[in-house]
């Protein structure tokens, strides 16, 4: 491709005013759901399929004695029976790490783990054929808790022991800077396991093609990463897998890691072994049992500053607990360690982040990656060091926090003032002293309510960064109407990105993004982009998008300029038509110029591709640039305590977040209001409770999200732009983003509200109420 | 064992492990009449989405929490239209009922005044949640047609959502709440 126009085409998209980019677009995609056209997978079912379901173990960790499926196998109904010597090919669903059998072969490490598959002609005959299994367990020793786990004579749950990764953060003398501290404090912070709960549950369908081929249509986040695995559980060569993504009902997370490989695989092997159609789906408890959760997390801070509140020295240990598999707890550990001293500039930081094997569930990515357990950590923290310096929190964060030229404890140098900005907007949106002098003139009445507001900051580390290749490709074709295509196998699951991408590529091709179509995420039909994971599509992906663009720009613009008698230079593309600049009546439609360039016998089909630059930054030490930019943001929450019952309610939120360009306001208006309350329900009521790593909180009467009544009744939005370096027309990163700071905000309200800091999530009212006790202001009526 | 039937699935429990013989049931669904002869114990929510083929009815639990399901329903209590969890009847029970499920609400190629505000108003993201909560929106309009958001939000409490965090399917219901009041006519 021409390098020149590239640069051109970036250039003159960085320049002008835009007409699709920041006004406000509906979603592309959202007319089938309003309409309940076919569109998820169970939706798209052509025959009658076999059914699969998987013998799940009762045990968090026990030898597998014996296996007898003899009874199974007579149940009327019940076609195959599937244990670890039935797979064809390699026993391996780890989504990055190869540590995590499909079907488990001698040992079971955790509840749920499958043992075996049943297949069969419904799933009554199935769910009989598994009561009908039989598997003599013999117990092991288990461990549940981290510090436990890494004693010397814990139980081992992988060969090469149970801790899989230690992040360290060593910068400036940390030591001299507690001795020059006039405060010290120490708080040891906890987080329970919490799940993502995307609405629609992990399902697979599969069928056998004619030449052999396994074609498999999911609900996930990566389809490479699922064709990659089924490939290999299948032992096929590469070309006789294929993996289409359906419309997928939620992600956040746990889409991206193992249970989407599970079920996928589980539908692959019974349609390859029976040559049939087959369904995999769990019940709402079985994935709740099973898919990767939000890992607990317990954190010690300890903070050193000057009288009049300056950080001098932060420590922090973090310890993760982990399930029994890595999945991507060894990455989590690493953004919670980086993140750890929250947005502030600190001298001198210590950290060492633990993340753990243990015999609990399985846990792995959940929207946020370890940022909303740090946040929570530091920001309560930096609660605490104000009451201690008898401050104002805002006061205390706006003397710390990170502003151009500052230093991240990674000793990141920060160039942009996105966060000053956005504190600033919050502050003055959110009446941020007024309000906080009427709560608390509101509580001195001392009745049975008490009212409170807290803050937190926020700075994200943008996209993979150190966790792994950030790139992305985006396929654009244009067919004889003008119709731009565009396919990439960075999917859809609800937060409007692909939206994004659409919007881009209208914006450079100067037409409707009504005449962009997306199509479905097809591991046959491109290649593969990475994963959609860590807020990357807009990012990272509209680069690729507008890289295919460019390339497409980069064939029409010759033939435009001819047609048009003009510079290439000068042309214009824009509402549907390329005309010579300045002159808008030298023009041809966009649809004529496509409809020549195919007459004259050229292919408009382009690949775009990106790669964010590699980051660096020492193991030892921790010191570097991790993140190509950072996301900021700053969350205020007033909350209403009842004294009484111990229930809180979130009354208002501020919410302001440096985005870097707003791409598509109205998908990231929504996004933001919806992440907030997805934080609230982790602040208020979201633990995934185990007793000796069984569950005790499955499906949704154990498991409580927020309902249309727990959510406050105002979100007060404001967005600030400060371009980022490597986005997309400088996007920053914003999915996983507005789940980041409630938790911390609604605890620094709630300690407002009631006069202490409850360092543990959720803020249950069983736990309030037991705080409200011991500070002997709980309301007798 | 106790603890291996958490992890067991809950349609067996719900459909029985003997089969049994078939009763015949006349349905109305979106004005058509079907006739079908099924298990006794068949959910309403497999009915509509397995031997219908209606699927934009969506399953998201087994236990009647998420609200997934969510059909209007007339017969079964009286004559008034509600909205029901389809996965909490069995089909056996909506003998002789009329049912409205999403198909049902686009008329002559225009979208239902709920339909319309929801994608104008950008109140879905994954869109799973959302067949059932515009239906759990209708039956709510239908007992309340001039409600306060405080009212939307009670209304639809029933049904759970995710993606949205509930603002923008709030703000959707009262937009569509007001063109349903100017019409005159709620489906």
Same mark, same amino acid.
């Given at each position: 491709?021409?390098?020149?126009?590239?640069?051109?085409?970036?250039?003159? /998209?960085?320049?002008?005013?835009?007409?699709?980019?920041?006004?406000?677009?509906?979603?592309?995609?959202?007319?089938?759901?309003?309409?309940?056209?076919? %569109?998820?997978?169970?939706?798209?079912?052509?025959?009658?399929?076999?059914?699969?379901?998987?013998?799940?173990?009762?045990?968090?960790?026990?030898?597998?004695?014996?296996?007898?499926?003899?009874?199974?196998?007579?149940?009327?109904?019940?076609?195959?029976?599937?244990?670890?010597?039935?797979?064809?090919?390699?026993?391996?669903?780890?989504?990055?790490?190869?540590?995590?059998?499909?079907?488990?072969?001698?040992?079971?490490?955790?509840?749920?783990?499958?043992?075996?598959?049943?297949?069969?002609?419904?799933?009554?005959?199935?769910?009989?054929?598994?009561? !009908?299994?039989?598997?003599?367990?013999?117990?092991?020793? $288990?461990?549940?808790?981290?510090?436990?786990?890494?004693?010397?004579?814990?139980?081992?749950?992988?060969?090469?022991?149970?801790?899989?990764?230690?992040?360290?953060?060593?910068?400036?003398?940390?030591?001299?800077?507690?001795?020059?501290?006039?405060?010290?404090?120490?708080?040891?912070?906890?987080?329970?396991?919490?799940?993502?709960?995307?609405?629609?549950?992990?399902?697979?369908?599969?069928?056998?093609?004619?030449?052999?081929?396994?074609?498999?249509?999911?609900? %996930?986040?990566?389809?490479?990463?699922?064709?990659?695995?089924?490939?290999?559980?299948?032992?096929?060569?590469?070309?006789?897998?294929?993996?289409?993504?359906?419309?997928?009902?939620?992600?956040?997370?746990?889409?991206?890691?193992?249970?989407?490989?599970?079920?996928?695989?589980?539908?692959?092997?019974?349609?390859?072994?029976?040559?049939?159609?087959?369904?995999?789906?769990?019940?709402?408890?079985? $994935?709740?049992?099973?898919?990767?959760?939000?890992?607990?997390?317990?954190?010690?801070?300890?903070?050193?500053?000057?009288?009049?509140?300056?950080?001098?020295?932060?420590?922090?240990?973090?310890? +993760?607990?982990?399930?029994?598999?890595?999945?991507?707890?060894?990455?989590?550990?690493?953004?919670?360690?980086?993140?750890?001293?929250?947005?502030?500039?600190?001298?001198?930081?210590?950290?060492?982040?633990?993340?753990?094997?243990?015999?609990?569930?399985?846990?792995?990515?959940?929207?946020?990656?370890? !940022?909303?357990?740090?946040?929570?950590?530091?920001?309560?923290? %930096?609660?605490?060091?104000?009451?201690?310096?008898?401050?104002?929190?805002?006061?205390?964060?706006?003397?710390?926090?990170?502003?151009?030229?500052? /230093?991240?404890?990674?000793?990141?140098?920060?160039?942009?003032?996105?966060?000053?900005?956005?504190?600033?907007?919050?502050?003055?949106?959110?009446?941020?002293?007024?309000?906080?002098?009427?709560?608390?003139?509101?509580?001195?009445?001392?009745?049975?309510?008490?009212?409170?507001?807290?803050?937190?900051?926020?700075?994200?580390?943008?996209?993979?960064?150190?966790?792994?290749?950030?790139?992305?490709?985006?396929?654009?074709?244009?067919?004889?109407?003008?119709?731009?295509?565009?396919?990439?196998?960075?999917?859809?699951?609800?937060?409007?990105?692909?939206?994004?991408?659409?919007?881009?590529?209208?914006?450079?091709?100067?037409?409707?993004?009504?005449?962009?179509?997306?199509?479905?995420?097809?591991?046959?039909?491109?290649?593969?982009?990475?994963?959609? @994971?860590?807020?990357?599509?807009?990012?990272?992906?509209?680069?690729?998008?507008?890289?295919?663009?460019?390339?497409?720009?980069?064939?029409?613009?010759?033939?435009?300029?001819?047609?048009?008698?003009?510079?290439?230079?000068?042309?214009?593309?824009?509402?549907? &038509?390329?005309?010579?600049?300045?002159?808008?009546?030298?023009?041809?439609?966009?649809?004529?110029?496509?409809?020549?360039?195919?007459?004259?016998?050229?292919?408009? &089909?382009?690949?775009?591709?990106?790669?964010?630059?590699?980051?660096?930054?020492?193991?030892?030490?921790?010191?570097?640039?991790?993140?190509?930019?950072?996301?900021?943001?700053?969350?205020?929450?007033?909350?209403?305590?009842?004294?009484?019952?111990?229930?809180?309610?979130?009354?208002?939120?501020?919410?302001?977040?440096?985005?870097?360009?707003?791409?598509?306001?109205?998908?990231?208006?929504?996004?933001?209001?919806?992440?907030?309350?997805?934080?609230?329900?982790?602040?208020?009521?979201?633990?995934?409770?185990?007793?000796?790593?069984?569950? @005790?909180?499955?499906?949704?009467?154990?498991?409580?999200?927020?309902?249309?009544?727990?959510?406050?009744?105002?979100?007060?939005?404001?967005?600030?732009?400060?371009?980022?370096?490597?986005?997309?027309?400088?996007?920053?990163?914003?999915?996983?983003?507005?789940?980041?700071?409630?938790?911390?905000?609604?605890?620094?309200?709630?300690?407002?509200?009631?006069?202490?800091?409850?360092?543990?999530?959720?803020?249950?009212?069983?736990?309030? /109420?037991?705080? /409200?006790?011991? +500070?002997?202001?709980?309301?007798?009526? | 064992?106790?603890?291996?039937?958490?992890?067991?699935?809950?349609?067996?429990?719900?459909?029985?492990?003997?089969?049994?013989?078939?009763?015949?049931?006349?349905?109305?669904?979106?004005?058509?009449? =079907?006739?079908?002869?099924?298990?006794?114990?068949?959910?309403?929510?497999? =009915?509509?989405?397995?031997?219908?083929?209606?699927?934009?009815?969506?399953?998201?639990?087994?236990?009647?929490?998420?609200?997934?399901?969510?059909?209007?329903?007339?017969?079964?209590?009286?004559?008034?239209?509600?909205?029901?969890?389809?996965?909490?009847? =069995?089909?056996?029970?909506?003998?002789?009922?009329?049912?409205?499920?999403?198909?049902?609400?686009?008329?002559?190629?225009?979208?239902?005044?709920?339909?319309?505000?929801?994608?104008?108003?950008?109140?879905?993201?994954?869109?799973?949640?959302?067949?059932?909560?515009?239906?759990?929106?209708?039956?709510?309009?239908?007992?309340?047609?001039?409600?306060?958001?405080?009212?939307?939000?009670?209304?639809?409490?029933?049904?759970?959502?995710?993606?949205?965090? =509930?603002?923008?399917?709030?703000?959707?219901?009262?937009?569509?709440?007001?063109?349903?009041?100017?019409?005159?006519?709620?489906?």
């Amino acid at each position: 491709m021409d390098e020149e126009t590239i640069k051109r085409f970036e250039q003159i /998209l960085k320049a002008r005013e835009f007409y699709v980019v920041g006004k406000k677009v509906a979603r592309v995609d959202a007319l089938d759901a309003v309409l309940g056209r076919p %569109m998820y997978t169970t939706d798209l079912l052509t025959s009658k399929a076999l059914y699969v379901r998987a013998v799940r173990s009762p045990h968090p960790h026990a030898l597998i004695r014996s296996i007898d499926s003899s009874a199974t196998r007579s149940v009327r109904g019940v076609v195959d029976v599937i244990t670890h010597r039935e797979i064809p090919g390699v026993n391996d669903a780890g989504s990055l790490t190869s540590d995590r059998p499909l079907l488990a072969v001698d040992r079971v490490r955790h509840y749920g783990e499958a043992v075996a598959l049943v297949v069969g002609e419904d799933e009554v005959s199935v769910d009989e054929g598994i009561a !009908a299994f039989r598997v003599e367990y013999e117990p092991l020793p $288990a461990v549940f808790d981290p510090v436990e786990a890494l004693k010397p004579d814990a139980p081992r749950i992988q060969e090469q022991g149970n801790l899989i990764n230690h992040v360290k953060i060593r910068k400036g003398n940390v030591e001299e800077g507690f001795s020059a501290s006039d405060v010290v404090i120490r708080n040891e912070y906890r987080t329970p396991f919490m799940d993502g709960v995307p609405m629609e549950i992990e399902v697979a369908y599969a069928y056998p093609e004619p030449d052999g081929t396994i074609t498999c249509i999911a609900s %996930m986040q990566n389809p490479f990463d699922v064709y990659n695995k089924v490939t290999k559980v299948l032992g096929l060569p590469p070309e006789k897998v294929r993996v289409i993504q359906a419309a997928t009902g939620g992600g956040f997370g746990p889409k991206s890691d193992e249970s989407p490989i599970d079920v996928a695989a589980y539908a692959a092997l019974a349609a390859y072994r029976n040559r049939r159609p087959a369904l995999a789906t769990f019940t709402r408890e079985e $994935a709740m049992a099973v898919q990767t959760k939000r890992h607990s997390f317990r954190i010690v801070n300890e903070t050193g500053a000057t009288s009049d509140g300056r950080l001098l020295a932060w420590r922090s240990t973090l310890y +993760l607990t982990n399930g029994p598999y890595y999945s991507k707890g060894h990455l989590v550990i690493q953004r919670a360690t980086f993140h750890c001293t929250g947005p502030y500039e600190v001298p001198n930081v210590w950290a060492d982040g633990y993340a753990v094997l243990t015999n609990n569930t399985l846990a792995g990515s959940t929207r946020g990656f370890g !940022a909303p357990e740090a946040h929570f950590a530091a920001e309560v923290q %930096m609660d605490v060091l104000a009451e201690k310096l008898g401050m104002d929190p805002l006061e205390l964060r706006m003397k710390n926090m990170l502003r151009p030229g500052s /230093l991240t404890a990674t000793s990141q140098r920060i160039d942009d003032d996105g966060l000053v900005r956005c504190v600033e907007a919050a502050a003055r949106l959110s009446r941020w002293t007024e309000r906080r002098r009427e709560h608390e003139q509101f509580n001195r009445a001392n009745g049975r309510y008490r009212r409170g507001i807290g803050i937190a900051l926020l700075y994200h580390g943008n996209t993979l960064g150190p966790e792994g290749e950030d790139y992305a490709v985006v396929h654009l074709s244009v067919d004889e109407r003008g119709k731009v295509k565009l396919q990439t196998g960075l999917t859809e699951y609800g937060t409007g990105a692909l939206t994004s991408l659409a919007i881009l590529v209208a914006e450079a091709l100067g037409i409707d993004v009504r005449d962009v179509e997306l199509l479905r995420p097809d591991t046959r039909a491109v290649r593969n982009p990475g994963p959609t @994971v860590a807020s990357r599509t807009t990012v990272i992906g509209g680069r690729a998008a507008l890289d295919a663009a460019a390339k497409l720009r980069a064939i029409l613009d010759p033939i435009a300029a001819e047609l048009l008698g003009c510079r290439q230079d000068e042309l214009v593309y824009r509402d549907g &038509k390329v005309m010579v600049a300045g002159d808008p009546n030298r023009s041809i439609s966009f649809r004529e110029l496509v409809r020549r360039a195919i007459g004259m016998g050229l292919e408009l &089909k382009v690949e775009g591709f990106y790669k964010a630059p590699d980051t660096k930054w020492d193991k030892e030490t921790g010191q570097g640039a991790p993140y190509n930019q950072y996301t900021f943001g700053a969350l205020v929450s007033e909350v209403e305590v009842d004294l009484l019952t111990g229930a809180v309610r979130v009354l208002r939120m501020t919410a302001v977040y440096d985005v870097g360009k707003a791409i598509n306001p109205l998908g990231l208006k929504a996004l933001i209001e919806g992440g907030s309350i997805m934080g609230l329900g982790h602040a208020l009521t979201e633990e995934f409770l185990l007793s000796d790593g069984v569950p @005790v909180t499955l499906g949704f009467q154990g498991y409580s999200i927020p309902t249309s009544v727990e959510s406050p009744f105002e979100i007060v939005q404001e967005v600030v732009e400060s371009e980022g370096k490597i986005g997309a027309l400088g996007a920053k990163a914003m999915g996983e983003i507005p789940v980041v700071l409630p938790m911390a905000s609604i605890a620094n309200a709630v300690a407002h509200a009631i006069g202490y800091h409850i360092k543990e999530t959720p803020l249950k009212p069983s736990r309030i /109420l037991e705080a /409200l006790e011991e +500070l002997g202001i709980a309301y007798r009526p | 064992m106790a603890r291996r039937a958490a992890v067991r699935t809950v349609q067996r429990r719900a459909r029985g492990p003997v089969p049994q013989a078939k009763v015949p049931i006349r349905v109305k669904i979106n004005g058509v009449e =079907y006739s079908h002869e099924v298990e006794p114990r068949l959910l309403l929510v497999h =009915y509509i989405r397995d031997v219908v083929g209606l699927t934009g009815t969506h399953i998201g639990c087994d236990t009647s929490n998420c609200g997934a399901c969510t059909v209007l329903m007339k017969g079964t209590w009286g004559n008034e239209w509600r909205a029901v969890k389809s996965c909490t009847l =069995y089909a056996v029970q909506a003998d002789g009922a009329e049912i409205i499920t999403i198909e049902g609400l686009a008329k002559n190629g225009e979208l239902h005044p709920l339909q319309k505000a929801f994608w104008e108003h950008h109140a879905l993201q994954c869109g799973y949640c959302t067949p059932g909560m515009i239906l759990a929106a209708l039956g709510f309009l239908k007992l309340n047609p001039n409600p306060t958001r405080e009212e939307i939000r009670k209304g639809i409490s029933g049904n759970l959502c995710r993606c949205t965090g =509930y603002v923008n399917i709030v703000k959707a219901i009262e937009a569509a709440a007001k063109e349903i009041r100017e019409k005159g006519s709620w489906i």
